[in-house]
């Protein structure tokens, strides 16, 4: 069973920040925070990770609570493009576990 | 990111008959390789884990003699599905995982659609 939980769907404006929440309660100290998107008929992408730090690259922002138990992403301006499914995913760093995918959100970005 | 691929990128076939679909790390050696089915409006699961020149390993549930998993190289994974039906039709996704700096890709899709 996945280890998180998100809002099934989103809606965001064009040209607005899109927040995407996760809860993750129960996470390990070993278990870093992954998102990823799959577009409609695509295979996922990945788009971030982080353990405990705030991390920022090209496509998104991940903000991680203090206790670890939810984070947030942040797509800064976001596009049509950008309208997917997203996967939080908790995963250990160790070479044995594999990603297990919930449900996702599926944000909707309206013109 | 490390570039994964898929062949054919969508395949219909009568039913009864096998159908394989291949997975290519382009870039990078994949010691790990995984097979994901996504049925119409669900989620990725996993079906089965394979390590090159090893056995897969299936998730409960996954028939392993339905579900044939070659990995025979750190760059190629197969799956075939043996007297596919339509209950098989499918979005199969594969995924690669890099030993280091352990790090997994996912690729592109195959639309499975049984007749």
């Known amino acids: 069973d996945a280890k998180t939980t998100q809002p099934p769907s989103m809606d965001c404006a064009e040209g607005r920040a899109a927040n995407l929440p996760c809860n993750h309660s129960t996470i390990s100290g070993n278990e870093y925070v992954y998102w990823y998107r799959q577009i409609h008929s695509q295979g996922p992408q990945y788009i971030i990770h982080g353990l405990k730090n705030n991390e920022t690259n090209e496509m998104a922002s991940l903000i991680i609570t203090e206790d670890r138990k939810s984070s947030t992403l942040i797509l800064p301006h976001a596009t049509l493009r950008d309208t997917a499914v997203y996967y939080c995913?908790?995963?250990?760093?160790?070479?044995?576990?594999?990603?297990?995918f919930g449900p996702g959100t599926r944000l909707s970005v309206l013109p | 990111g490390a570039v994964v691929s898929q062949h054919p990128s969508r395949v219909i076939c009568k039913s009864g008959t096998s159908v394989k679909i291949e997975c290519r790390s382009l870039?990078?050696?994949?010691?790990?390789m995984f097979w994901y089915r996504q049925f119409p409006k669900q989620s990725l699961m996993l079906m089965a884990t394979s390590n090159e020149g090893s056995k897969a390993t299936y998730e409960q549930g996954v028939e392993k003699d339905k579900f044939l998993i070659n990995h025979a190289s750190l760059t190629l994974s197969t799956l075939t599905v043996t007297s596919a039906h339509p209950e098989d039709s499918s979005f199969y996704i594969c995924s690669a995982r890099e030993q280091s700096p352990n790090e997994q890709f996912f690729g592109p899709g195959t639309r499975l659609t049984v007749l």
């Open positions: 870039d990078f050696q994949a010691t790990t």
């Open positions: 995913i908790v995963k250990a760093a160790n070479y044995g576990q594999n990603f297990v």
